[in-house]
């Protein structure tokens, strides 16, 4: 902040901006300025009092705006992941459908079968979240800049979307798997 008395500027400025610190409420103030600077000279119109507070959320809407709408795009982000996920993983257990009906004709079972299935899930899932963090460790430098309070690298964040990816994951296969096992192994012979 810089002084400089009005009388001492060439060309003064339209607009004039003044801070005052106060201890009490800065709404009860307001008037008392107002009055303050009328009794010292009548060409001087006080429109606009906020208290700083005010002022900071005012400069940061915008910065607020874009956390928000990057928050919102990457919980879509996260959503749309698991949801493909799920999809794929449901697409391979039904498409092995005829091989869970033989190893339950041949005796497999259904615990066995949800097993195999999970088991296969995880390695997939595995696979893919340790590729997805290693390619998001090193992705992090494109985005440092644009990150406020927050490390490029940040260990929660990363560890929160590899749970729900990893929780999705098995909830993907164990669904479908527990479908494919209830079903009566004859029938699936059948049709095939």
């Known amino acids: 902040m810089v002084y400089q008395p009005l009388e001492q500027i060439l060309e003064p400025p339209l607009n004039l901006t003044t801070a005052v610190r106060t201890s009490a409420d800065p709404g009860l103030i307001a008037g008392v300025v107002r009055g303050d600077v009328r009794s010292f000279t009548r060409d001087v119109a006080v429109s606009w009092i906020r208290t700083m507070r005010q002022q900071i959320d005012a400069s940061l809407v915008t910065e607020r705006l874009l956390a928000a709408l990057s928050a919102a795009f990457g919980a879509l982000a996260l959503l749309l992941a698991c949801l493909g996920l799920y999809g794929v993983m449901s697409f391979d257990v039904t498409r092995r459908r005829r091989d869970i009906g033989i190893r339950l004709a041949l005796g497999a079972t259904r615990f066995t079968v949800l097993a195999g299935v999970l088991r296969q899930a995880g390695t997939i899932a595995g696979a893919g979240l340790g590729l997805g963090?290693?390619?998001?460790?090193?992705?992090?430098?494109?985005?440092?800049?644009?990150?406020?309070?927050?490390?490029?690298?940040?260990?929660?964040?990363?560890?929160?979307?590899?749970?729900?990816?990893?929780?999705?994951?098995?909830?993907?296969?164990?669904?479908?798997?527990?479908?494919a096992s209830h079903v009566d192994p004859a029938v699936t012979l059948r049709a095939e």
């Open 133 to 179: 963090l290693m390619g998001a460790w090193f992705a992090s430098r494109l985005v440092e800049n644009f990150l406020f309070g927050l490390t490029p690298r940040d260990p929660y964040t990363l560890a929160v979307a590899a749970f729900a990816l990893a929780i999705t994951a098995l909830v993907a296969g164990y669904l479908p798997a527990r479908r």
